[in-house]
C-alpha cells in the first residue's frame, strides 16, 4: 500500500512491533511457566495466541481502514482477491501434522505416530503446491501465489531470512536453556534476561536509515590523518 520513504518507515514501526511483541512473550512465557497453571507446565503459552486472535478479529473492522481491508465491499476493486478456501483446508492441517510431531516427538519417545504424520504432512504440502498452481491456473486467487519466488531477489532473500530464522531461533533456544539448566534461572528471570536484546533490536529497526551516513562520516573522522 505504500512505497519510498514511507515504506521504509512502515517497515520500521513493523520491526518494532515484531520487537515488542518478542520482549512481551518472552516475559508472558516466563510468567506463565513459572506460574504452571493447572499444572499444565509450560503448554499455557501457546494458548497466548488465542486471545490476541480474537482481540483482533474485533478490533481490525473498527480500526483499519476499509480501503485497506479486502474484506470491506468498498474495496473490492479489480485487485481484490478472495480467500482461497481450499488452500486452507489444505495448509493448516499439513502443518499441524508436522509441527505437532516436532513438539511432542522428543517427550513421547518418538513412537511410530510421529513419523507417520511428518509424512503425511509432507504428504499433504504436496498436495497443497499443486492446488495452487492449478487455482493460479484457471486465474483464481490462490491462498500462496508460488510465481513471487520468481521475483528478482526473492531466492537469495528467503534464503539469508530462513539463515537468520535459524540462527536466531537456535540462539534463543540454546540460551535459554543455558539460563535455566545451566544456571538454574527460573523462566521468569530467563525471559527478562532477553529483554536488552529485544530493545537493541527494536531501537535498530527503527533508527537503521540514520547508521550508514552517520557511520561513514565517523569512520572518515576516525582515519583522517591529524
Known amino acids: 500500500m505504500v512505497d519510498g520513504r514511507v515504506r521504509a518507515t512502515a517497515l520500521s514501526a513493523y520491526a518494532v512491533v515484531l520487537s515488542a511483541g518478542s520482549v512481551a512473550g518472552l516475559v508472558l512465557g516466563g510468567v506463565l511457566v513459572s506460574a504452571d ?28 481502514p476499509s480501503d485497506v481491508r479486502p474484506d470491506a465491499p468498498s474495496s473490492r476493486s479489480p485487485g481484490w482477491r478472495r480467500l482461497d478456501l481450499r488452500g486452507l483446508a489444505l495448509v493448516l492441517p499439513a502443518m499441524l501434522l508436522v509441527v505437532l510431531p516436532l513438539v511432542l516427538g522428543r517427550e513421547a519417545g518418538w513412537p511410530w505416530w510421529t513419523y507417520a504424520s511428518i509424512a503425511a504432512g ?102 583522517r590523518p591529524a
Not at 38 to 63: D, E, K, M, Q, S
Not at 150 to 158: D, I, K
Not at 163 to 171: E, H, I, Q, R, T
Open 37 to 64: 497453571l493447572a499444572g499444565a507446565g509450560w503448554r499455557p503459552v501457546f494458548l497466548v495466541n488465542v486471545p490476541v486472535g480474537v482481540l483482533l478479529t474485533v478490533a481490525v473492522p473498527r480500526l483499519v
Open 122 to 223: 509432507i504428504a499433504l504440502a504436496v498436495v497443497f503446491v499443486v492446488a495452487q498452481r492449478r487455482t493460479a491456473a484457471r486465474g483464481g486467487d490462490p491462498l500462496l501465489n508460488l510465481d513471487v519466488l520468481r521475483a528478482a531477489g526473492m531466492p537469495s532473500g528467503l534464503t539469508t531470512l530462513v539463515a537468520a530464522m535459524v540462527a536466531s531461533g537456535g540462539f534463543l533456544f540454546a540460551f535459554a536453556l543455558h539460563l535455566q539448566g545451566g544456571l538454574g534461572e527460573s523462566p521468569l528471570r530467563a525471559g527478562l534476561t532477553f529483554l536488552p536484546m529485544a530493545v537493541a533490536f527494536g531501537l535498530g529497526s527503527f533508527y537503521w536509515r540514520r547508521l550508514p551516513g552517520r557511520g561513514a562520516v565517523a569512520l572518515a573522522r576516525a582515519v
